[in-house]
């Protein structure tokens, strides 16, 4: 039998993709078989996902008691799934959430499902990396003061490795009496570095539900996701809301792989990390040596490595069989994880090109032109269920959009159902269809 159009591509790209420097975590390097036969159903003894009370419910307890936390439940739909959960979870219709300008398309979907209006925390944009900052305290302090905040959702750490002070965010929810929902998907491994440098996990923070993708930084295979629940009371109304969005025939591959991310990471985490963090600032000081200036990892998640790209870097590394997680502004993205720690052949290597790398003309940047924070003037729910009209973006200003613009990688919010396009968006929308990121039109009311 012929080999379908999608296999021979994936088996032609894996095959390219020798030196993973990107999603997934564990690199091509499972630490335990996988094969068709073990892609079952729910078969007597393998318990049920939308009421776990045997198998799958034990394997849950034995991670949540890993984490530390009151509840763990297991995600095949990734970290999403979680976020829109734990959203509907917290919210009813109408109530008010705080939220980052820069959070991932999930939380946009989190209002749709649970008609909640967002209120935006203002982010400020640093030129010289051309990146979104994480809020500072007192912008999270001044929008936990507007009237009637019911919930908060922030995400740390971001896709570059950037981090709010989660410890005083939590601490100032707390006080507000808000619950606090933290998108960690980029941060599985957090809490097993705290030793070596790495910034807090929000479960340390103290958090009210943290949503995490093993999938990216630890061992898991990609689409496996957990959520943790911390406050035991929100458990229940948790676990329903997610039966809604869940699928009814999840993967067994997927959840033996979640918990078997977990056994791993609590057997070898530390030791691990503190290999990794000695082969981070190895990459970093061999960055820096050929003048291609990493970002500074202090205060970061450090297994996020980002420097200046150089013109035709892509094509370079990608002729080396090394590929890199991301590009973005003028900046390459590669991803460190624990799989690397064991086995840094593919570090080394990378580290052998860099001076060839380094050879390559600089990109040019210019300033960025960020678009202004949102002006939402509808709830997303009520905008979603209205029919809209497709616009050029150009044409857009003045609209009211009716759909979400979330540009992958890494899905981070551009526009949002029932926000106001200004003519400065309308521009900054024009900007990215020149660069071949969103189509040249939008769906507005």
């Known amino acids: ?77 990734g970290s999403s799934v979680g976020i829109m959960a734990a959203m509907a ?8 959430v705080l939220i980052e300008r820069t959070c991932h398309k999930a939380v946009i979907s989190g209002l749709v499902h649970s008609g909640a209006m967002p209120v935006f925390v203002e982010q400020e944009f640093c030129q010289d990396r051309q990146a979104w900052l994480p809020p500072t305290v007192q912008a999270v302090k001044d929008g936990l003061a507007a009237q009637g905040i019911k919930a908060a959702v922030f995400t740390n750490p971001c896709y570059m490795g950037l981090v709010p002070d989660m410890d005083s965010i939590a601490g100032l929810c707390r006080k507000a009496a808000v619950p606090l929902i933290v998108d960690e998907a980029h941060g599985a491994h957090l809490k097993f570095g705290r030793k070596v440098g790495l910034p807090p996990s929000a479960i340390d923070a103290g958090a009210d539900i943290v949503v995490q993708s093993p999938h990216k930084t630890l061992n898991a295979m990609t689409q496996a996701a957990w959520a943790h629940v911390l406050t035991p009371d929100l458990a229940e109304e948790f676990q329903r809301n997610l039966n809604t969005f869940h699928t009814t025939s999840p993967s067994y591959i997927l959840l033996a792989s979640l918990e078997q991310a977990a056994l791993e990471v609590e057997a070898w985490g530390e030791v691990s990390l503190n290999r990794l963090a000695k082969l981070s600032r190895l990459l970093r000081n061999s960055l820096s040596r050929v003048g291609l200036r990493p970002w500074d990892s202090r205060g970061t998640d450090w297994t996020k490595v980002v420097f200046r790209q150089p013109l035709g870097a892509k094509r370079y590394l990608q002729g080396k069989g ?124």
Not at 41 to 61: C, F, K
Not at 89 to 96: S, Y
Request: aromatic share 8%; glycine share 8%; hydrophobic share 40%.
């Open 89 to 96: 979870t917290a919210l009813a219709p109408g109530e008010k």
């Open 1 to 77: 039998m012929n080999k379908g159009i999608l296999r021979r591509k994936l088996e032609e790209v894996v095959r390219a993709d020798k030196h993973r420097f990107h999603m997934p975590g564990h690199k091509g390097r499972m630490h335990w078989p996988v094969s068709g036969e073990k892609d079952v159903t729910e078969l007597p003894g393998l318990d049920n996902l939308h009421r776990p009370s045997g198998t799958l419910a034990a394997s849950q307890s034995r991670v949540a008691a890993i984490y530390q936390v009151a509840r763990s439940f297991f995600l095949v739909n």
């Open 322 to 445: 090394i590929y890199h997680e991301a590009v973005f502004h003028g900046n390459m993205l590669f991803m460190l994880t624990m799989s690397d720690a064991w086995d840094c052949s593919s570090l080394r290597f990378l580290i052998g090109q860099l001076p060839g790398l380094a050879k390559l003309p600089p990109v040019v940047r210019k300033p960025l032109h960020v678009p202004p924070l949102p002006e939402v003037e509808h709830a997303p729910r009520d905008v979603w269920k209205r029919e809209g009209t497709k616009v050029a973006i150009a044409k857009a200003g003045g609209r009211i959009a009716r759909q979400i613009v979330a540009p992958y990688p890494p899905g981070t919010m551009v526009v949002v159902p029932g926000q106001k396009i200004s003519g400065e968006l309308s521009d900054y929308l024009v900007w990215l269809h020149s660069r071949g990121v969103i189509p040249d039109w939008i769906e507005v009311l």
